[in-house]
């Protein structure tokens, strides 16, 4: 009776050894990307760009990333921890998140899972975004160049660079780095 005992408990940790394995191998199955990007202020309107000037007094821009996880592979992972900051193309932190993750997030075997990150640009971290792209003057002139830039193309002509990770079941071995660009 012992020895079924003894043999079923091996079979069970090997089973379990197997299976860890596989989602090892799995991991690199996961692509993290970045599926939109949007001002929580839209700016259409003069009262828009008015609310939008009174954040930049407030010395912040909210914003949301919303971040795609894609599962090519077979196996169910679960997301416990998400760390993603925004930074300039140089390295220089401009956003952290807002909204930690509140409880886990399942992602399940060949499917894509949305996880919508708030973060608030800090004003320094829009100059420094806007000198990097070649933006000169004061803060109000890159300001105002930005704005012309938001009406003109739709965009604010700045690169963001995400940079973080993503850890799946808990374990140190199974993070994921993110390192993204996007145009904002």
């Known amino acids: 009776m012992k020895k079924v005992f ?9 089973f379990m050894i197997i299976r860890y394995i596989k989602k090892i191998k799995d991991v690199a199955k996961l692509q993290i990307g970045i599926a939109d990007f949007k001002f929580d202020k839209q ?20 914003m949301t990333f ?6 090519f592979g077979q196996s169910k992972y679960t997301i416990n921890n998400l760390f993603i900051a925004a930074y300039t193309t140089n390295g220089i932190k401009v956003a952290s998140p807002l909204n930690p993750l509140q409880s886990p997030v399942i992602v399940l075997p060949l499917s894509e899972t949305i996880i919508q990150l708030k973060y608030n640009l800090t004003v320094p971290g829009l100059v ?20 012309t830039n938001w009406f003109t193309r739709g965009v604010l002509g700045l690169t963001l660079v995400l940079k ?18 996007q145009e904002i």
């Open 6 to 14: 003894y043999i079923s408990i091996v079979v069970f940790a090997l």
């Open 164 to 181: 973080g990770y993503v850890n799946a079941e808990g374990v140190k071995m199974l993070d994921i780095p993110v390192n993204e660009t």
């Open 66 to 71: 919303d971040i795609s996880i894609n599962n």
């Open 43 to 62: 700016l259409r309107t003069l009262a828009d760009v008015t609310a939008w000037l009174l954040d930049i007094a407030n010395l912040s821009i909210p």
């Open 128 to 147: 420094a975004l806007a000198k990097e792209a070649g933006q000169m003057g004061d803060t109000l002139t890159i300001i105002r160049t930005i704005l």
